[in-house]
């Protein structure tokens, strides 16, 4: 038996803004989506590469302000990519840190935080 890897699920508060800032700025496509009825919150999946990201408007699914690290081949191409599509709330930088990696650290517009990062 082998564990898999996780599926972390975050809070969200306004479609229109997770959807600006995964989708259209970060890169991701949307897996599914799923609302009980048409007017109850919705539950969606995202992805990229291999990450995959849980987003929930239902207020019991998870904390606001939560944070991830995701291992990225080269966090500098994801620089490059992310500077070439201006995001009016976030100018990136790639920081190294002292325990050997190289980051980029975001927060999406329900305070969650999200660590890109690269080994050195």
């Not at 996780?6 to 259209?24: G, S, W």
């Not at 998870?62 to 490059?80: C, F, K, M, N, Y």
């Not at 976030?90 to 999406?108: C, N």
């Amino acid at each position: 038996m082998d564990l898999l890897a996780p599926t972390p699920i975050f809070r969200m508060f306004d479609e229109a803004k997770t959807r600006e800032f995964y989708v259209r700025w970060l890169g991701f496509r949307v897996q599914f989506e799923h609302r009980y009825e048409p007017d109850m919150p919705l539950y969606m999946a995202i992805e990229r590469g291999n990450c995959i990201l849980h987003l929930s408007e239902h207020h019991g699914d998870t904390t606001p302000g939560s944070a991830i690290r995701i291992e990225v081949s080269d966090v500098d191409e994801l620089h490059r990519e992310l500077s070439s599509r201006p995001y009016g709330f976030a100018r990136p930088s790639v920081e190294p840190r002292p325990w050997g990696t190289r980051e980029i650290s975001l927060t999406d517009p329900s305070g969650n935080r999200l660590h890109f990062f690269s080994r050195c």
